[in-house]
């Protein structure tokens, strides 16, 4: 079954990046489209021989899409006596909405997967698994949910050279556990059985798509362009046509910088920063990977004494908070960690008090929860948007602090930073976004509109660091008109934090 | 402070009679204008002298009002090292939203309360737990929220009676536990502890209201009083005021009986049914004590055993659903079960497949959920209002099979009671409550649409039972148009399942 995908396909550097922006920019119209139409919920399940790409595959969908739409799941191997409810409630919570995608990681397959190679369930209840999975789907795809399935794989010969290659590379070593090799002894297993559950599984409804996995342009792009093709078709069912004008907003492209001139006196928490801050590449490069295996290891342990962490993300637009996002996530092992990022409150939100939707999502004990944007909204662009009113943003400050005291009392390590930039350092950005056809979407009339009141919000973002950076979470205030700098100086002061929370 | 609480205060029967119709009629405009201006959200907390009659209160609220638009959260106490998150997110978590009631018990104030009287905190850890309480009360009550609490209170001579008065009647003796009078020994403790409570959180925002808990009567009506006045109060400060013909509709009230002539040849699996079982009263009640009983042990050890039960309540209007779940309710401990009623779906839930707004809210083991009417909706009314096609509505019978083969495999007690009446029965009661002034609002314009549905109704039925009624979970059809019989008949069920269950 997997000879197919054992051809040695490649695709060359030039090749993909000749074809990887137009991909890049459909999928985002696709997902533009779905989620303004929301006649349909996404479903994508990755699975596959370890070290294939599942978790990079996911985390480059996440930085090529519009990650706000996007949830990635992943679970943990949770003890029969600790199974509370039936064992497919934790699918039913995570089910993606209408308009929403879903990727899942270790997901419903995993489990009776391993068993199968372990040999701790027989053929038939491996096949009465099988069953079940097939009717969950069944019953998705008959709601309208499209389901895709994606099984990585590499060969044993690819498998072991790709191990040996991180384990031969001191700033990846860390990657490679005693676990991988195991399973890579058991690799004739491993395939026999992802055979039989392609073979039970791969339905019209909810197809399997074998990717091979061993090239990482190749294996990419047909990923992209498998969901690409997928999307498009279900959308023009229902009658909607990729467009790109989707992405295009005249009122962004073509605008004049509406920045007003500073206040006299403009004297902030941010003035004392040194925004000339800068790390040259070769030196980001090495003090990146430091901090990734520190960090690697670090939240390992944190995970081992059961304690959270809870990092925060604030800053003007093209701060760089996902960029720097994106550096912390291949430290962590995806079954421990949720990036959230709030749009429009949904109805059951709106009718609460608006923490309510940030306690809602507080991750149990043992994970790491990254919010890209958070509660500071209430003192930030609900204050100057007026959405807020002046006495709700002001008692807004004591209320976040009640909500964080409770966080690091639990034990939750929390970390809140600001990464600021200066207002040229953003024009240039924007900028370059607007030149960019797969990041212009990027830019919004809104960002311009904020572009405008960036005074406003340097003094909102003062009384905010001044009412809210208190002994227990205090700001991180990080100059990040340099990337390189603004990201390692994130993942030393995670890596510090942890250090310290753990060896209290 | 609690001597203006040991005044003896009474009222007769005869009183309570003349009283009681009013202040219903307007508790219940109250909740209907709230719920359709939902402009704020209520939260009313239960504490006090065990024995006091917070549980009886809260059941006569939940049946004096609309149940629907009403939640119990009662917490049981968590051991520190199984609290995943900050103790404060179960209440967060259970917040009701804009147009709702909440109703607590044993929430926020007791633990605290509990560790103060054994002696486990220090004064100063007292206080910061207030404090945080407090904390959380104005966050809400600054929101919008209407929050009342009730201290309800006993002498000790008046609790010592009350418990040996329970333990004297072998029908309820079994409320009565050594706890409780180890309780009742520690009056002192506990009176000193209330006294603190009372003082250091009786707020403007959020204030104490200390009832005399030694007469029935006299406690329901002042508890109904304050409520009433507290929202008719709020209510006005919103611009809204309470009028008859929020709870009278016209289209209800004066209607031509709809039912259409029974159509040839219309046998159903109901038409089996002897549907003139019945119980006299005197064995009703005595019955109906032994099965209680019954369902009080078999259901502590249900929970000790880590087992979960689900009961779902289907059948025609007045058919006795909410009666019968009235019956069960008495026999549990508040913290273990929950009534789920579902309205009109929110926005999350109307973007996913239907049986997601069931999965998640399916309660950890240990816990009992009562459905008053459920997912069964699917190919009952909205097979026949056609908000289900006929292949969705047909599919929904193996879908709905298999959710409850997983809800049963994870060990789920799970009973499913179709309570059965005739039309004429059902036409009586109709009638019998269109000329009771607080049930009138009970019929609905919808109840008589249904009723001229009768048969298709009864054809839906008959078809769910013919394609749901499996051997793990089959369908109880109970002749219900005796409610004595059919009450008698749903607690003995009940009892069966959790002895075979447990036997198992």
Same mark, same amino acid.
């Given at each position: 079954m997997f000879r197919a995908a054992e051809l040695g396909q490649t695709v060359s550097k030039k090749e993909f990046k000749a074809l990887a922006p137009d991909i890049r920019r459909q999928l985002l119209e696709a997902q533009v489209l779905l989620s303004r139409t929301a006649d349909f919920g996404v479903m994508i399940d990755f699975a596959g021989v370890d070290g294939a790409g599942k978790g990079s595959t996911v985390n480059l969908l996440h930085a090529w899409m519009?990650?706000?739409?996007?949830?990635?799941?992943? +679970?943990?191997?949770?003890?029969?006596?600790?199974?509370?409810?039936?064992?497919?409630?934790?699918?039913?919570?995570?089910?993606?909405?209408?308009?929403?995608?879903?990727?899942?990681?270790?997901?419903?397959?995993?489990?009776?997967?391993?068993?199968?190679?372990?040999?701790?369930?027989?053929?038939?209840?491996?096949?009465?698994?099988?069953?079940?999975?097939?009717?969950?789907?069944?019953?998705?795809?008959?709601?309208?949910?499209?389901?895709?399935?994606?099984?990585?794989h590499l060969s044993s010969a690819e498998q072991q050279q790709r191990l040996e290659s991180l384990q031969s590379d001191p700033e990846t070593a860390w990657r490679v556990s005693d676990r991988d090799w195991e399973h890579w002894k058991m690799y004739t297993q491993f395939i026999e059985t992802a055979e039989r559950t392609i073979t039970e599984t791969n339905t019209e409804f909810a197809p399997w798509h074998i990717i091979e996995g061993a090239d990482k342009n190749h294996r990419i792009l047909t990923v992209a362009e498998i969901i690409l093709e997928a999307l498009k078709t279900r959308l023009r069912d229902h009658g909607h046509e990729l467009a790109p004008e989707l992405l295009i907003?005249?009122?962004?492209?073509?605008?004049?910088?509406?920045?007003?001139?500073?206040?006299?006196?403009?004297?902030?928490?941010?003035? !004392?920063?040194?925004?000339?801050?800068?790390?040259?590449?070769?030196? +980001?490069?090495?003090?990146?990977?430091?901090?990734?295996?520190?960090?690697?290891?670090?939240?390992?342990?944190?995970?081992?004494q059961n304690r959270s962490a809870v990092l925060v993300f604030e800053g003007p637009d093209a701060g760089g908070k996902g960029g720097a996002i994106r550096r912390i996530i291949p430290t962590l092992d995806a079954r421990n960690y949720r990036v959230l990022q709030y749009g429009a409150p949904t109805d059951e939100e709106a009718s609460r008090h608006y923490l309510w939707r940030f306690w809602r999502h507080l991750q149990r004990a043992g994970n790491l929860t990254i919010f890209d944007r958070s509660w500071?909204?209430?003192?930030?662009?609900?204050?100057?948007?007026?959405?807020?009113?002046?006495?709700?943003? !002001?008692?807004?400050?004591? &209320?976040?602090?009640?909500?964080?005291?409770q966080l690091v009392e639990h034990g939750t390590i929390l970390v809140k930073y600001w990464l600021h930039i200066t207002p040229e350092e953003q024009l240039r950005r924007f900028e370059a976004r607007l030149r960019t056809p797969h990041k212009r979407w990027k830019i919004t009339p809104e960002d311009w509109r904020n572009r405008g009141k960036w005074y406003e919000y340097e003094t909102a973002a003062h009384d905010m660091v001044k009412y809210t950076s208190t002994h227990v979470s205090p700001w991180e205030m990080?100059?990040?008109?340099?990337?390189?700098?603004?990201?390692?100086?994130?993942?030393?002061?995670?890596?510090?934090?942890? &250090?310290?929370?753990?060896?209290?």
């Amino acid at each position: 079954m997997f000879r197919a995908a054992e051809l040695g396909q490649t695709v060359s550097k030039k090749e993909f990046k000749a074809l990887a922006p137009d991909i890049r920019r459909q999928l985002l119209e696709a997902q533009v489209l779905l989620s303004r139409t929301a006649d349909f919920g996404v479903m994508i399940d990755f699975a596959g021989v370890d070290g294939a790409g599942k978790g990079s595959t996911v985390n480059l969908l996440h930085a090529w899409m519009d990650t706000r739409l996007i949830t990635t799941n992943s +679970y943990r191997r949770v003890p029969k006596k600790d199974q509370y409810r039936p064992r497919f409630w934790r699918f039913w919570r995570d089910l993606p909405g209408a308009g929403e995608i879903a990727l899942n990681l270790k997901a419903r397959y995993s489990r009776p997967f391993l068993d199968r190679v372990y040999g701790h369930i027989t053929d038939l209840e491996y096949l009465a698994e099988m069953k079940r999975i097939q009717t969950f789907e069944r019953m998705l795809a008959d709601d309208g949910m499209l389901i895709l399935k994606f099984w990585m794989h590499l060969s044993s010969a690819e498998q072991q050279q790709r191990l040996e290659s991180l384990q031969s590379d001191p700033e990846t070593a860390w990657r490679v556990s005693d676990r991988d090799w195991e399973h890579w002894k058991m690799y004739t297993q491993f395939i026999e059985t992802a055979e039989r559950t392609i073979t039970e599984t791969n339905t019209e409804f909810a197809p399997w798509h074998i990717i091979e996995g061993a090239d990482k342009n190749h294996r990419i792009l047909t990923v992209a362009e498998i969901i690409l093709e997928a999307l498009k078709t279900r959308l023009r069912d229902h009658g909607h046509e990729l467009a790109p004008e989707l992405l295009i907003d005249a009122e962004a492209t073509d605008v004049e910088d509406p920045i007003p001139e500073a206040p006299d006196r403009h004297v902030t928490v941010f003035s !004392k920063l040194d925004m000339k801050s800068s790390l040259p590449k070769p030196e +980001y490069r090495s003090e990146l990977a430091t901090q990734q295996r520190r960090i690697h290891l670090l939240s390992r342990e944190a995970i081992e004494q059961n304690r959270s962490a809870v990092l925060v993300f604030e800053g003007p637009d093209a701060g760089g908070k996902g960029g720097a996002i994106r550096r912390i996530i291949p430290t962590l092992d995806a079954r421990n960690y949720r990036v959230l990022q709030y749009g429009a409150p949904t109805d059951e939100e709106a009718s609460r008090h608006y923490l309510w939707r940030f306690w809602r999502h507080l991750q149990r004990a043992g994970n790491l929860t990254i919010f890209d944007r958070s509660w500071y909204g209430r003192v930030l662009v609900e204050r100057i948007e007026g959405f807020a009113s002046e006495t709700e943003w !002001k008692r807004a400050y004591a &209320e976040i602090n009640d909500f964080e005291d409770q966080l690091v009392e639990h034990g939750t390590i929390l970390v809140k930073y600001w990464l600021h930039i200066t207002p040229e350092e953003q024009l240039r950005r924007f900028e370059a976004r607007l030149r960019t056809p797969h990041k212009r979407w990027k830019i919004t009339p809104e960002d311009w509109r904020n572009r405008g009141k960036w005074y406003e919000y340097e003094t909102a973002a003062h009384d905010m660091v001044k009412y809210t950076s208190t002994h227990v979470s205090p700001w991180e205030m990080i100059p990040a008109n340099d990337k390189y700098y603004a990201r390692v100086k994130v993942l030393e002061t995670f890596g510090n934090c942890l &250090e310290a929370a753990l060896r209290d």
